[in-house]
């Protein structure tokens, strides 16, 4: 496969879904063994900005929120995408989400307004909340 061919192939690869920079590497390296030709096709797409990462981060990260994810959750699924670590983190602290809010949000829409009194539908609504992905401080900051 030529450059120019494996450069078509990501084109239409990015026509049906978005993909991240980590990803669309791993894809091309599936189809080509000329990992001078993958790293141009890259740095191509990267230029004419059929490829931007930060979009791609900032667009999944309001799609978690609006699912009342959590910080941890929201990272882990950013990394099992192939965004790189560093940026992911940046993009996290830069928006202006308030996280504490967010999951007394995600709380009250599974369990309603009333706190626990009972230890086992505490622990209930901790273990909902570690799923989602909060830390602990704000799952007992949301719990009080």
């Not at 791609?56 to 309001?62: E, G």
Request: cysteine-free.
């Amino acid at each position: 496969m030529t450059e120019q061919e494996l450069y078509d192939y990501a084109i239409s690869m990015l026509a049906k879904k978005n993909y991240s920079s980590g990803d669309m590497h791993r894809q091309l390296a599936r189809v080509t063994e000329k990992m001078d030709d993958v790293e141009h096709v890259l740095r191509r797409l990267t230029e004419n900005h059929y490829l931007n990462d930060i979009q791609s981060i900032n667009y999944l990260i309001d799609k978690q929120i609006k699912k009342f994810h959590g910080p941890t959750r929201i990272k882990q699924e950013l990394r099992q995408k192939g965004f790189p670590p560093a940026l992911i983190e940046q993009e996290i602290e830069q928006s202006d989400v308030d996280w504490y809010e967010l999951a007394k949000e995600a709380r009250v829409r599974k369990f309603g307004d009333a706190l626990p009194t009972e230890p086992k539908e505490k622990n209930k609504q901790i273990r909902h909340l570690q799923y989602k992905g909060y830390t602990m401080d704000t799952i007992f900051e949301a719990l009080s």
